[in-house]
């Protein structure tokens, strides 16, 4: 890494503190998530560089900001098959120097579905959940991914990103839990308890 990368990658002090208060916002579904939280916290607040800078790893740990796009009324979530990963994930895109974790939702949002971000009340514009994961395949890097959680009808996602998805599909959650974990993000599973346990307090309420 070049001390221009370096440079680059290292947020102004306004943008460090606004990705502290995100993370520490979010509420620890297990013990996992709050050791990954922990982890995020102190490599933010160390001063690293946390925005990647050159593809596909430079620096080797950096931020990423996921969405899971539900249609409430059908009960489904949206997963895509990513190229590169060769799983099933939820869309979702690095976040770029300086760019508000938000931002970079809205943005990957248009790219990839085609359609506006519409923040679901479940979190609103702020993270739902939050992984720090060692990717696999080329260019193997550890990716600190903030999870949105979206609102729309799936009837409004007529396309999506042929460059970087294979394909998308629509599930209920029962069929994520009965899904090989194997082939998905290796925390969806966990991530679909955690919404359902939001969900089902929301309908209570």
Known sequence: M????????????????????LVGAIEPWDDLERTHLDTATQWIAGGAPIYRV?????????????????????????LVAHRKAGLWLPAGGHVEPDEDPWATVVRECQEELG??????????????FLTVTRTRG???????????????????ITSYDRGEFDAI???????????????LDPH?????????????KGQQG
């Open 2 to 21: 070049t001390s221009a990368d370096h440079l680059l990658s290292a947020p102004d002090d306004q943008s460090r503190a606004r990705i502290l208060e």
């Open 54 to 78: 050159r593809k596909p790893d430079v620096p080797a740990m950096h931020l990423v900001s996921y969405f899971v796009v539900l249609d409430g009324t059908h009960g489904r979530l949206l």
């Open 115 to 128: 359609i506006e971000a519409v923040a679901s009340p479940i979190a609103g514009e702020r993270p739902f």
């Open 138 to 156: 080329h260019g193997t890097h550890t990716d600190v991914s903030l999870w949105y959680v979206l609102n729309a009808d799936a009837r409004t």
């Open 169 to 183: 599909r629509w599930v209920t959650d029962d069929q994520v839990l009965a899904e090989s974990a194997e082939v």
């Open 188 to 200: 969806m599973h966990r991530f679909t308890h955690k919404l359902r346990h939001a969900r089902g």
